[in-house]
C-alpha cells in the first residue's frame, strides 16, 4: 500500500513537471513578448519631462497645463485646482469622469513640494481647469492662459 | 538619476552582505555568489524597516540617515561575524555536475535573465503608472523627501494615513539618491526588488529542492500577467508579494535545515512584509497559521522558535501602529460589527466566489494555484516533511482565500467586480499566487522523491 501511494504520488509529481514544462514552454516567450511590446508601446517617450507628464496625458491633463503648472507656481507655495462642479459642466471642455476624479490627485503628485488645498480662499494660486474664472478676475493676475479656457493666476493678497 | 538607484541598491548589497556574513558565513566563494539575492533582499528589507523606525523617531531620511541606517547593517553583521568566530571563504567551491538536471536548470536560469532583461528595458522609458502610485505611494515620499518628516498635516492628510511606511520610505531613499524626486525612475527600484527575489528565492530554494524546479519556477514567477503588467509600479503589491513570497521560503526551508540563520532571515522579510501594506499582517498570520497547523505533531521542536521570530517580524511595525494611534488617524477601512455583517450576508457568497474566480483567472495568474494545490493534495498522503509542506501552503491558502472574503464581505464600499479601480482584491490575489508558486517546487520535489523513509520530521515533539 505505502510503495503503490509512493508510485501514485510519483505520477503526480510527473503530471505536474509536465504541466509546468508546458507552461513554461508557452509563457516564457509570451512573457518576453508582452513586455517587449509594452516597452515599443511607450518607446515614443523622448526625454525625462515626456515620462513624467504621460501619466497626466493619460488621465486626460493637459500636457500644456502640466508644463505649466511647473512653471509658473512657485516650488513651496500653495494652490487649488477650480474645476467644474458637475460633469455636465465639464463636457464642454473634454474633461470626462476619469479626469474630474484623478485629475486633482495627479496634480498633487506632480506638484509637490507646492501644496494642494482643497479649500481655494486658502490658496496663493489657482490653476482654473475648465472652471469658470468670473469669480477670480477680479482678485488674481492671470500668469498663464491656454486657448481652451484653462488658466493659472496668482490670487492677489487683500 | 539611475546612478543614484544603482548607489542606494549597491548599499543595500553592502548591508544585506554584512549581515549575512555574520549570520550564516560561508565556507567557499560559490556560496557567497549563490547567496548575493538573498543578501541583496536581506538588506534592502533591513534598511527599509529600519527606515521606517527612524520616520516614526522623526528623523528624517536625509543622505546622512541613511548611511547610518547602512552602517547599522553593517556593524551588526560584522559583530556577529566576530563574535561568531566566523572566517573568509578559503577556496572556491565545487561546481555543479554536468547532467540532465544541471541543463535544465540552466535554460531555467537564462529564461529568468532574458525576462529580467526585457523588464529592465520597459523600466528605462516607461512613464509611471498605476492610479494609486501618484493617489499616495509617490506623495507620501515626496512629502518625506521635500519636507523631513511625516509629523506633518501634509502626510497625514494624504490617502490612507495608516498605511505602513515601507514602500514611501523605500521611494523617498530613492529620491535622497537620485537628487530629484523623480517618479518615473522608481520602476528601476522595483526592477531590483524583483531581480533580488528572483535569485534569492532560487538560491533558497536548492537547498531543499534540485536546481532545476528552483529555477523552472523562479523563472515562470517572471511570466505571471499581472506581474508584468503592474511590476515595476509605483505602488506596493508586488513589493509586498515578493517580501511575502521570501518569509515563507526562508520559513520552510529553517524548517528542513534548522539553520539559525535562515529563521533571523524570516523574521526580518516577515517586518518587511507587515511594514509594507496592512495585508501584510493578513498574510503573514494566515502563513503562520498554515505551518502552526502543520507541525502540530512536533510543535515543542518548532512552535517556541517559529512564534518568537513571527513576534519579532511583528514588533518591527509596532512603533508605526502606536504613532498613528497617538495622533488618531483615520480608518481607512471601516468595519462593521457582528450585526452589520449577517446583515449583510448576501454579500458572503459573492465575495468567496470572487476572490476564487480572480485567483484561479489564467489570464491574470496561470495555473500555479490549481498546480500547487493538486500537488499538495497529493502531497499531504505521505508523512513526514513532504505532508508538513502540504499542510502548511493548503491551510495558509485557504487562511487567505477566507481572509480576503472577509475584507470584501466586510466593506460594502468595495464592489464585487474585478475591477482594479474599484477594489484592490484582484491585485491582493497575487499573495495566494505568489505562495503557490514558491510551495509548487517544494511539493513536486516531495512527490517525486517516493521514499517515505527517507521523508521522516528530523525531530518530533
Request: aromatic share 12%.
Given at each position: 500500500?505505502?510503495?503503490?501511494m509512493?508510485?501514485l504520488r510519483a505520477v503526480v509529481g510527473l503530471v505536474c513537471v509536465?504541466c509546468a ?138 | ?204 530554494l536548492?537547498?531543499i529542492v534540485?536546481?532545476?524546479l528552483?529555477?523552472?519556477f ?30 515563507a521560503i526562508?520559513a520552510v526551508?529553517?524548517l ?30 494566515c502563513f503562520?497559521v498554515g505551518l502552526?497547523a502543520a507541525t ?63 485567483t484561479f ?6 495555473a500555479f494555484v490549481p498546480l500547487a494545490i493538486f500537488a499538495a493534495l497529493a502531497a499531504v498522503t505521505a508523512r513526514g516533511q513532504s505532508r508538513e509542506a502540504a499542510v502548511t501552503y493548503l491551510v495558509a491558502t485557504v487562511a487567505l482565500i ?30 495566494i499566487v505568489i505562495l503557490a508558486t514558491v510551495f509548487a517546487p517544494i511539493l513536486i520535489d516531495s512527490l517525486l522523491r517516493g521514499?517515505?523513509?527517507?521523508d ?6
Amino acid at each position: 500500500m505505502t510503495a503503490s501511494m509512493a508510485r501514485l504520488r510519483a505520477v503526480v509529481g510527473l503530471v505536474c513537471v509536465g504541466c509546468a514544462a508546458v507552461l513554461f514552454v508557452l509563457e516564457v516567450p509570451r512573457a518576453i513578448h508582452d513586455l517587449n511590446g509594452q516597452r515599443r508601446a511607450v518607446s515614443y517617450l523622448t526625454g525625462a519631462q515626456d515620462r513624467l507628464l504621460t501619466t497626466g496625458d493619460i488621465e486626460g491633463l493637459p500636457r500644456q497645463l502640466q508644463v505649466a503648472a511647473l512653471g509658473v507656481i512657485p516650488s513651496r507655495a500653495n494652490y487649488a485646482v477650480l474645476m467644474p462642479a458637475t460633469l455636465a459642466d465639464a463636457a464642454p471642455y473634454g474633461i470626462n469622469a476619469i479626469t474630474m476624479g484623478t485629475g486633482p490627485a495627479f496634480l498633487r503628485y506632480l506638484l509637490l513640494p507646492r501644496w494642494q488645498v482643497a479649500d481655494p480662499g486658502q490658496a496663493r494660486y489657482i490653476i482654473c481647469f475648465g472652471c469658470d474664472t468670473t469669480a477670480w478676475d477680479h482678485r488674481t493676475t492671470w500668469l498663464w492662459r491656454d486657448d481652451r479656457g484653462d488658466s493659472i493666476g496668482r490670487v492677489r493678497a487683500t | 538619476m539611475i546612478t543614484g538607484i544603482l548607489e542606494l541598491n549597491g548599499l543595500f548589497l553592502v548591508g544585506g552582505i554584512a549581515l549575512l556574513a555574520g549570520l550564516r558565513g560561508w565556507s567557499t566563494w560559490l556560496e557567497f555568489i549563490e547567496d548575493i539575492g538573498v543578501a541583496f533582499m536581506l538588506g534592502a528589507s533591513s534598511i527599509c524597516v529600519l527606515a521606517t523606525l527612524a520616520l516614526v523617531a522623526g528623523a528624517g531620511l536625509s543622505t546622512a540617515t541613511i548611511l547610518v541606517l547602512i552602517l547599522f547593517d553593517v556593524a551588526a553583521g560584522f559583530a556577529l561575524f566576530v563574535w561568531r568566530d566566523r572566517r573568509l571563504p578559503r577556496r572556491f567551491g565545487t561546481l555543479p555536475r554536468r547532467s540532465l538536471g544541471t541543463a535544465a536548470a540552466v535554460i531555467a536560469a537564462v529564461a529568468t535573465i532574458a525576462i529580467l532583461v526585457a523588464m529592465l528595458r520597459l523600466a528605462r522609458v516607461a512613464p509611471m503608472g498605476g492610479g494609486d502610485s501618484f493617489e499616495f505611494w509617490v506623495p507620501k515620499a515626496k512629502v518625506i523627501y521635500f519636507f523631513g518628516t511625516i509629523d506633518t498635516s501634509k502626510f497625514t492628510s494624504l490617502t490612507s494615513p495608516r498605511y505602513p511606511l515601507l514602500v514611501p520610505a523605500l521611494q523617498a531613499m530613492d529620491f535622497r539618491f537620485m537628487g530629484s524626486a523623480y517618479g518615473p525612475e522608481l520602476g528601476m527600484q522595483y526592477w531590483f526588488l524583483f531581480c533580488g527575489f528572483s535569485l534569492a528565492a532560487a538560491t533558497l530554494l536548492c537547498r531543499i529542492v534540485p536546481a532545476w524546479l528552483a529555477w523552472g519556477f523562479v523563472a515562470l514567477a517572471g511570466t505571471i500577467p499581472e506581474l508584468d503588467a503592474r511590476m515595476i509600479n509605483a505602488q506596493a503589491d508586488w513589493a509586498l508579494d515578493v517580501f511575502y513570497g521570501l518569509a515563507a521560503i526562508t520559513a520552510v526551508v529553517w524548517l528542513r535545515r534548522r539553520e539559525p540563520w535562515l529563521l533571523a532571515s524570516y523574521a526580518m522579510f516577515t517586518a518587511a512584509t507587515i511594514a509594507t501594506k496592512q495585508e501584510g499582517l493578513l498574510m503573514i498570520s494566515c502563513f503562520v497559521v498554515g505551518l502552526l497547523a502543520a507541525t502540530a505533531p512536533r510543535w515543542r521542536a518548532v512552535w517556541p522558535q517559529f512564534v518568537a521570530a513571527s513576534l519579532v517580524g511583528y514588533a518591527a511595525n509596532l512603533p508605526w501602529r502606536i504613532w498613528w494611534g497617538l495622533r488618531d488617524l483615520p480608518v481607512t477601512l471601516p468595519t462593521m460589527g457582528i450585526d452589520s455583517l449577517l446583515h449583510h450576508l448576501g454579500r458572503l457568497w459573492p465575495s468567496l466566489w470572487l476572490v476564487l474566480r480572480l485567483t484561479f483567472a489564467y489570464e491574470h495568474w496561470l495555473a500555479f494555484v490549481p498546480l500547487a494545490i493538486f500537488a499538495a493534495l497529493a502531497a499531504v498522503t505521505a508523512r513526514g516533511q513532504s505532508r508538513e509542506a502540504a499542510v502548511t501552503y493548503l491551510v495558509a491558502t485557504v487562511a487567505l482565500i477566507a481572509g480576503f472574503t472577509y475584507v470584501l464581505w466586510d466593506d460594502i464600499t468595495y464592489a464585487l467586480n474585478t475591477h482594479q479601480s474599484a477594489t484592490p482584491i484582484p491585485r491582493a490575489v497575487g499573495s495566494i499566487v505568489i505562495l503557490a508558486t514558491v510551495f509548487a517546487p517544494i511539493l513536486i520535489d516531495s512527490l517525486l522523491r517516493g521514499h517515505p523513509e527517507a521523508d521522516a520530521a528530523p525531530d518530533r515533539a
